[in-house]
């Protein structure tokens, strides 16, 4: 009996104990449940490693180059991820590589790529290495399957070897020179064709018929030549334009320019000693015409005197002169010939008129012979052979359109190419990574690449040497650059280094993006930037500006700043949760917000308020999260925005004011504020 009653009760204890044992298993089950859903409720825990966040690759145009991307996404082990990737060459519009897959936690893929540059020449090409993932709902995981992007951006500059530089500056010499002959040649031949129009006008059916023939002939086949030639020469600049270099070098050579030089030469000269003989003649014509009218008065003068044989010669000089407009129109008549019978005349003349006072004479006409010297308007002749062909400067394409590489310098002051700098606001929880916060403005980043500002990712501040100043702005396009005042970098051990520090005052936040601005400046050759900030962003960006001026700052946008503090539950929650010093800064009141809107108007930098009303706060309109009272500002262009608050907190408007698939008219907003550097620099 007794050893029953033992047996029992050994049992029992056994039986409490596996129920103990469920009880405490299972309750650990709903533990660990429900401290997943509240750790997912506080923060995504999802980040995604990419290395290189950017990269700057030099090399010739002809040597092709390697590049290694590699992810991991970076989550809790209860949770699968689902990621996708693109390697997207950004100047020709196109996807190169593309692939999706569902990752177990902390799963590393690396992917390799062989880039070479697409033309010959000098330029700029820029690749984006985007990556995004959100973790996958499960039983384990609760998750909103939050996207969360990275990308890497690349430069690919590319330029000619020293040695082939070199080959090139004397081609181009060649070209010149070969152009700046044929352009010659070119005008050289229309002057010739209307000199040879206006001697043929003069000259046809008179003793020069067999020379002005000659000459015709001889400017026709000039001017096929001047038009193969136009031809031609247009083909070479085609050649130089399509870097056809060998070819073109080749076909100088065996060009026939020389020779249609040697030939224009020769009809220039035979077209120009028949104007001078026709000159000529038309003096001495004029001579013997004006002499010819005392012929009459000189032979009656004779007879008078009864002198036979200055009498005689007179009546021979007469019957030279009637004779000449006959030998003038002889096509068969020799020049030479025409020339003796004048001297002949002019020395008789000289004879008979001797001792005679001529002006005591009567006059009378007698040659008939009408002729007119050249007077040519010449036109201002313009040839179509096109000279000084420069050297081809670097071209750079962006969305598949080229055009030449800003120059260092060049686009330093063009507000249209100013980088955009997103900055994030306060992150929710003090123990959450940066890489959350940067994540805010993912979307809108990737949404102005349609505007035309390239989307360059998140500037890496431990890449601070292998980015030649001005290497992000030759494009010509304006790139947008996310970045964080969480980080600071550090040199150590050659190479920089980055570490987390968040529990810093404002102010500490503001020397950060100092730095992070002049890293922009550098980068893109821009003399400002302009910055699109959420939150506490606009307030770190309004403390830089206190601090260091707004030389440097085109546009401020801040959505959803706290402008004047905050308060209230939003307050309480930031005590908990929140950076203890950012808090304390942020605070209605704070010393630090007094100091803040008690400094001077910006006095360059254009600043704008977005405010988000439709969700209660403290009894006032706002955002979930801020009141819409503490966002205008009384120097600044200020927006209202209406939306709604969705979450169970009531609050989640604030977060999504950024969103511009949740709330696309403040992406509208932002778009045309930027639209409006395009409007004043036109």
């Given amino acids: 009996m007794?050893?029953?009653?033992?047996?029992?009760?050994?049992?029992?204890?056994?039986?409490?104990?596996?129920?103990?044992?469920?009880?405490l298993f299972l309750l650990f089950i709903v533990l660990v449940f429900f401290g997943v859903k509240i750790s997912f409720l506080i923060t995504e825990e999802l980040t995604i490693l990419l290395t290189p966040l950017d990269k700057s690759i030099i090399t010739t145009y002809d040597k092709p180059v390697n590049i290694t991307f590699e992810f991991e996404n970076k989550n809790s082990f209860f949770c699968e991820s689902a990621c996708s990737y693109e390697f997207v060459d950004i100047g020709h519009g196109k996807i190169l590589d593309t692939n999706a897959s569902i990752l177990s936690s902390k799963t590393?893929?690396?992917?390799?790529?062989?880039?070479?540059?697409?033309?010959?020449?000098?330029?700029?090409?820029?690749?984006?290495?985007?990556?995004?993932?959100?973790?996958?709902?499960?039983?384990?995981?609760?998750?909103?399957?939050?996207?969360?992007?990275?990308?890497?951006?690349?430069?690919?500059?590319?330029?000619?070897?020293?040695?082939?530089?070199?080959?090139?500056?004397?081609?181009?010499?060649?070209?010149?020179?070969?152009?700046?002959?044929?352009?010659?040649?070119?005008?050289?031949?229309?002057?010739?064709?209307?000199?040879?129009?206006?001697?043929?006008?003069?000259?046809?059916?008179?003793?020069?018929?067999?020379?002005?023939?000659?000459?015709?002939?001889?400017?026709?086949?000039?001017?096929?030549?001047?038009?193969?030639?136009?031809?031609?020469?247009?083909?070479?600049?085609?050649?130089?334009?399509?870097?056809?270099?060998?070819?073109?070098?080749?076909?100088?050579?065996?060009?026939?320019?020389?020779?249609?030089?040697?030939?224009?030469?020769?009809?220039?000269?035979?077209?120009?000693?028949?104007?001078?003989?026709?000159?000529?003649?038309?003096?001495?014509?004029?001579?013997?015409?004006?002499?010819?009218?005392?012929?009459?008065?000189?032979?009656?003068h004779y007879i008078e005197v009864n002198d036979t044989l200055l009498l005689q010669q007179s009546i021979d000089a007469k019957q030279e002169i009637l004779e000449m407009p006959w030998h003038w129109k002889n096509t068969t008549y020799e020049y030479s010939s025409f020339k003796g019978d004048v001297a002949s005349y002019q020395k008789k003349f000289e004879v008979i008129q001797e001792g005679l006072n001529l002006s005591a004479l009567n006059q009378s006409i007698i040659l008939n012979l009408s002729l007119s010297d050249f007077n040519i308007e010449k036109p201002v002749f313009i040839s179509t052979i096109q000279t000084g062909v420069n050297l081809k400067e670097p071209t750079c394409c962006v969305f598949g359109e080229c055009r030449t590489c800003c120059a260092v310098g060049v686009c330093s002051n063009d507000e249209r190419l100013?980088?955009?700098?997103?900055?994030?606001?306060?992150?929710?929880?003090?123990?959450?990574?940066?890489?959350?916060?940067?994540?805010?403005?993912?979307?809108?980043?990737e949404k102005f690449q349609e505007e035309g500002i390239i989307n360059a990712g998140q500037i890496d501040l431990q890449n601070l040497d292998d980015v030649p100043p001005g290497e992000y702005g030759r494009s010509g396009n304006p790139i947008s650059l996310r970045a964080t005042y969480y980080y600071i970098h550090y040199y150590d051990i050659g190479s920089y280094r980055i570490t987390t520090q968040k529990s810093e005052r404002i102010e500490n936040y503001a020397l950060r993006l100092n730095e992070i601005i002049n890293l922009a400046k550098e980068r893109t050759g821009s003399s400002k930037v302009n910055i699109v900030t959420h939150s506490?962003?606009?307030?770190?960006?309004?403390?830089?500006?206190?601090?260091?001026?707004?030389?440097?700052?085109?546009?401020?946008?801040?959505?959803?700043?706290?402008?004047?503090?905050?308060?209230?539950?939003?307050?309480?929650?930031?005590?908990?949760?929140?950076?203890?010093?950012?808090?304390?800064?942020?605070?209605?009141?704070?010393?630090?917000?007094?100091?803040?809107?008690?400094?001077?108007?910006?006095?360059?930098?254009?600043?704008?308020?977005?405010?988000?009303?439709?969700?209660?706060?403290?009894?006032?309109?706002?955002?979930?999260?801020?009141?819409?009272?503490?966002?205008?500002?009384?120097?600044?262009?200020?927006?209202?925005?209406?939306?709604?608050?969705?979450?169970?907190?009531?609050?989640?408007?604030?977060?999504?004011?950024?969103?511009?698939?949740?709330?696309?008219?403040?992406?509208?907003?932002?778009?045309?504020?930027?639209?409006?550097?395009?409007?004043?620099?036109?």
């Fill in 418 to 445: 100013y980088p955009v700098i997103f900055l994030h606001g306060h992150a929710f929880s003090k123990k959450t990574s940066p890489e959350y916060s940067l994540n805010v403005f993912a979307k809108m980043q």
């Fill in 2 to 23: 007794e050893a029953k009653e033992i047996g029992f009760k050994v049992v029992k204890k056994r039986k409490i104990l596996y129920l103990v044992g469920w009880i």
């Fill in 536 to 682: 506490m962003g606009g307030l770190v960006s309004r403390e830089y500006m206190r601090l260091f001026g707004d030389g440097s700052v085109n546009k401020l946008i801040e959505i959803a700043t706290p402008n004047y503090g905050i308060s209230g539950r939003t307050a309480d929650v930031c005590d908990v949760l929140g950076s203890q010093r950012e808090c304390e800064d942020m605070k209605e009141g704070s010393i630090f917000m007094k100091r803040l809107n008690q400094a001077n108007s910006p006095q360059q930098a254009k600043v704008y308020t977005i405010a988000g009303i439709g969700c209660p706060v403290d009894n006032s309109q706002g955002d979930g999260v801020i009141k819409q009272q503490s966002v205008p500002l009384p120097f600044a262009t200020n927006y209202n925005v209406t939306g709604v608050c969705t979450d169970v907190f009531k609050a989640n408007f604030h977060d999504n004011m950024v969103d511009p698939e949740k709330v696309p008219e403040i992406y509208d907003i932002v778009k045309n504020i930027f639209e409006s550097n395009y409007t004043a620099s036109m």
């Fill in 108 to 300: 590393k893929v690396v992917r390799e790529y062989l880039l070479m540059p697409s033309s010959y020449g000098s330029g700029q090409e820029i690749f984006l290495f985007r990556v995004s993932c959100h973790n996958v709902k499960s039983l384990v995981c609760s998750t909103d399957e939050q996207e969360y992007i990275k990308s890497s951006f690349v430069t690919l500059s590319y330029d000619l070897s020293p040695e082939e530089k070199d080959k090139v500056s004397e081609l181009n010499t060649q070209l010149n020179v070969f152009l700046t002959r044929a352009n010659s040649f070119d005008i050289a031949v229309q002057e010739l064709r209307v000199s040879q129009k206006a001697l043929s006008e003069k000259l046809h059916e008179t003793l020069f018929e067999k020379d002005i023939q000659l000459v015709e002939s001889e400017t026709l086949a000039l001017e096929n030549k001047r038009l193969a030639l136009e031809n031609f020469s247009k083909s070479l600049v085609t050649g130089w334009e399509d870097n056809a270099y060998s070819s073109i070098e080749e076909q100088i050579r065996l060009s026939d320019l020389g020779m249609f030089e040697i030939s224009l030469g020769s009809a220039v000269q035979e077209a120009s000693l028949l104007k001078e003989q026709y000159s000529t003649l038309v003096h001495d014509l004029q001579l013997i015409k004006e002499s010819s009218s005392y012929l009459d008065a000189i032979t009656w």
